[in-house]
């Protein structure tokens, strides 16, 4: 009597945020008498393991896809994920197919209980365009485990009546059952390992993002933030004209040029009368001191090359429109960084920034960025909303990268 067939199937998805569902599907395949397969059993992004997992599709009879609310890692070449990677291989090898796909409600439930480990937030765009072409295929919804396993049954009860299949045990040809178990072992045992080695990529790749953007990405962003609501603020003062302009620049008049010996008086006049023409030329420095950090040290960060490549050109950006003829020169906005540097590298904070702009003979490393102030009305408009445009494209920039302070 001919024994039964058993399909491997080749089970997609992705990993940390899937793992109960994935143990459903396993657990339905192997209820089914079948064997099962999956991308989780690699450490993706390694040219050679990607080489191992489109062999394993080509050896896999039936390619199933988990999705749920995550689009995964990108492979760096074609910006695609792994999962989607996968599903256009077997597509393209034209292995049967069939997808199961969480619903809205249940992501939204998932969301609430789980947090944002199981929603897409860097990549949600592609997230939806991937999930639109999977939903043109053979699909279940699932809103838990036991619709998940239903669905794998009752697909897989469709798939082992198709002669096409040939499945591991050929219905002319005997098992043999020894050899099955022990590369069944074998194959445990190799998994087992590379489970483990993906799970050390995932885990380092999570410690780079929390440092790039705890150590550079972040201190950017706010005082990217802050510099561009001060040349939002003066622009403003400028488009009123009249008063306001005469005011504003009394106001960096009296910061270059009336510096106050009495150092008690000099800082009550910096956090009350002179707060706003002071705040300004410190918020510039600070802006300057994040923008050269990366600018020195971007090579040796944990920022990845796109992330670094981004960044510098908006840096750059910004840096262009502010220099120029009336300008802070590039090279004087190098300065101005350096300015509010301290000894131990770290930021200077505001009380100490006044104390050294009371001091004239500290104002070298400012003086530019003090004059520039006091012209500032005397630029073009043009002139103005291209400084606050550079850096409003900055901010974009940092934040599409994921989220941040807000």
């Known amino acids: 009597m001919a024994q039964k067939k058993k399909l491997q199937v080749f089970v997609s998805s992705t990993y940390e945020d899937l793992i109960d569902e994935r143990q459903a599907a396993v657990q339905a395949i192997l209820t089914a008498g079948h064997i099962p397969a999956g ?28 999705l749920g609310g995550r689009y995964g890692s990108l492979e760096p070449t074609s910006k695609k ?9 077997a597509e393209h090898r034209g292995k049967p197919l069939f997808a199961v796909v969480i619903t809205d409600e249940h992501l939204e439930e998932t969301v609430k209980l789980h947090g944002t480990k199981v929603f897409e937030a860097r990549y949600p765009q592609q997230l939806k365009d991937f999930r639109a072409a999977v939903l043109t295929k053979l699909v279940r919804l699932w809103r838990d485990a036991k619709d998940i396993k239903l669905a794998v049954l ?5 798939f082992i009546r198709r002669d096409d299949l040939k499945g591991w045990i050929p219905g002319d040809l005997a098992v043999n059952s020894g050899a099955v178990a022990e590369e069944m072992a074998r194959l445990a045992k190799e998994n087992a390992s590379l489970r483990e080695q993906l799970s050390k990529l995932e885990k380092a790749e999570m410690e780079r993002e929390r440092s790039a953007r705890l150590n550079y990405l972040d201190p950017l962003l706010v005082s990217a933030r802050d510099y561009v609501g001060q040349l939002e603020a003066i622009q403003e003062k400028v488009t009123n004209g009249g008063d306001d302009v005469l ?4 106001q960096f008049h ?9 150092l008690t008086r000099h800082i009550e006049w910096c956090n009350g009368e002179g707060y706003f023409a002071v705040s300004v030329n410190y918020l510039t420095a600070v802006y ?12 040796k960060s944990d920022l990845s090359p796109s992330e670094a490549r981004t960044i510098l050109e908006g840096v750059r950006r910004v840096r262009k429109a502010l220099a120029g003829v009336k300008g802070i020169w590039e090279t004087l906005q190098d300065s101005a ?3 509010v540097r301290a000894e131990d590298g770290s930021l200077v904070r505001y009380r100490k920034f006044c104390e050294q702009i009371s001091r004239v003979e500290e104002r070298a490393g400012i003086l530019r960025v003090l004059d520039f102030y006091r012209e500032i009305h005397g630029r073009t408009d043009e002139e103005r909303k291209n400084m606050i445009e550079a850096l409003n494209r900055l901010i974009h920039s ?3 990268m994921g989220s941040g302070p807000q």
């Open 254 to 262: 009296q910061v270059k040029e009336n510096p106050r010996t009495d």
């Open 39 to 66: 991308m989780e059993l690699f450490a993706a992004g390694d040219k050679s393991q990607m080489d191992v997992i489109q062999r394993w599709i080509d050896e896999s009879d039936v390619f199933l896809l988990i």
């Open 398 to 400: 940092i934040e599409s």
């Open 154 to 158: 009752e697909t897989l009860a469709d």
């Open 247 to 250: 005011w504003m620049s009394d």
């Open 337 to 339: 960084g350096d300015y």
């Open 288 to 299: 300057f001191f994040h923008a050269n950090k990366i600018i020195r040290e971007y090579a």
């Open 81 to 89: 994920s792994y999962i989607q990677l996968e599903y256009e291989y």
